[in-house]
């Protein structure tokens, strides 16, 4: 399993948007931050994929042809929304769970649509929200088809059966067990922001899925915060923050990036 592979390669360390939120259950010793003591001689971290599974394949073999051209350690880094918005979110997620390219290992962290997608499924009624966020993409993709006469607004017993019944255990799973952040040499990756005024190792959950990425803009003694969340039309890079989400499942263009010790951030691009 990634995650397995993951904890071996890794160690862990303790530690407002549009759309509902989630429950703050999770303290920061329950967030999962990973740490990596060296940065590999490439590490590709990747923009909110939502569901667009063929994008990412094309992404993902421009990254395999790229990394080619060193020796080493590689790394691909996914930055979490893989699911939600775009037609493919059951595929990608069969795609994360196999094993990574020959030559890069594989880590996939946590998003908030990840995490909505957990909470619906724990709880159809309570997290209903999500079917408008997203979320009804993502059922689809699982063949989960919305009752003629009352959508998906079944009795909660039976939408659970339903749920269960049509996504794999395995998947439910390896998103549970996703990590929240990683930190390698001079960055911190995550899926959203940070709270400066907490130590990177020591995040709460609620910020690295949905804080505010530019509450970092001035600081300068903090690692560079690489992150997606907030769709732009170009990749962001300074030296605060680097943000990858370009928006795939509406504009067509998901975005990585190449991060190296001691070389300056390269952006990859693909487009349908």
Same mark, same amino acid.
């Given at each position: 399993?990634?995650?397995?592979?993951?904890?071996?390669?890794?160690?862990?360390?303790?530690g407002?948007?549009q @759309?509902?939120? $989630?429950?703050? %259950?999770?303290?920061?010793?329950?967030?999962?931050?990973? /740490?990596?003591?060296q940065? =590999? +001689?490439?590490?590709?971290?990747?923009?909110?994929?939502h569901?667009?599974?063929?994008?990412?394949?094309?992404?993902?073999?421009?990254?395999?042809?790229?990394?080619?051209h060193?020796?080493?350690?590689k790394l691909?880094?996914?930055?979490?929304?893989?699911v939600?918005?775009?037609p493919?979110?059951?595929?990608?997620?069969?795609?994360?769970?196999?094993?990574?390219?020959?030559?890069?290992q594989r880590l996939?962290?946590?998003?908030?649509?990840?995490q909505?997608?957990?909470?619906?499924?724990?709880?159809?009624?309570?997290?209903?929200?999500?079917?408008?966020?997203? @979320?009804?993409? $993502?059922?689809? %993709?699982?063949?989960?088809?919305?009752?003629e006469?009352l /959508?998906?607004?079944?009795p =909660? +017993?039976?939408?659970?059966?339903?749920?269960?019944?049509?996504?794999?255990?395995?998947?439910?799973?390896f998103?549970?067990?996703?990590?929240?952040?990683?930190?390698?040499?001079?960055?911190?990756?995550?899926?959203?922001?940070?709270d400066?005024?907490?130590d990177v190792?020591?995040?709460?959950?609620e910020?690295?899925?949905?804080?505010?990425?530019?509450?970092?803009?001035?600081?300068a003694?903090?690692?560079t915060?690489v992150?997606?969340?907030?769709?732009?039309?170009?990749?962001?890079?300074?030296?605060?923050?680097?943000n990858?989400?370009?928006?795939?499942?509406?504009?067509g263009?998901?975005?990585?990036?190449?991060?190296?010790?001691?070389?300056?951030?390269?952006?990859?691009?693909?487009?349908?």
């Open positions: 399993m990634v995650i397995r592979a993951a904890r071996k390669l890794f160690a862990k360390r303790l407002p948007n @759309g509902p939120k $989630t429950d703050r %259950s999770e303290d920061a010793e329950d967030a999962r931050i990973f /740490s990596l003591q940065m =590999p +001689a490439a590490l590709y971290a990747v923009g909110d994929i569901g667009c599974y063929d994008l990412y394949r094309q992404l993902e073999n421009q990254i395999i042809a790229d990394g080619q060193y020796e080493g350690q691909i880094v996914i930055l979490g929304d893989m939600d918005r775009g493919q979110s059951a595929s990608l997620i069969d795609h994360l769970i196999a094993p990574a390219p020959a030559g890069f996939v962290l946590r998003g908030n649509h990840e909505l997608f957990l909470d619906f499924v724990k709880d159809p009624r309570k997290h209903r929200k999500w079917l408008d966020f997203g @979320g009804t993409d $993502t059922l689809l %993709s699982y063949n989960i088809r919305p009752d006469k /959508s998906f607004d079944l =909660p +017993a039976q939408l659970s059966k339903k749920l269960h019944s049509s996504i794999p255990q395995a998947h439910l799973d998103l549970a067990k996703s990590p929240f952040g990683l930190r390698v040499g001079e960055y911190f990756l995550c899926h959203a922001g940070i400066p005024q907490r190792s020591a995040q709460h959950p910020d690295l899925l949905w804080g505010d990425p530019s509450r970092v803009d001035g600081y003694d903090l690692p915060i992150h997606g969340h907030v769709a732009l039309d170009a990749p962001l890079i300074t030296k605060p923050r680097i990858l989400d370009t928006g795939a499942y509406a504009t263009c998901l975005t990585a990036v190449r991060l190296q010790h001691a070389q300056q951030p390269s952006i990859l691009q693909c487009r349908k």
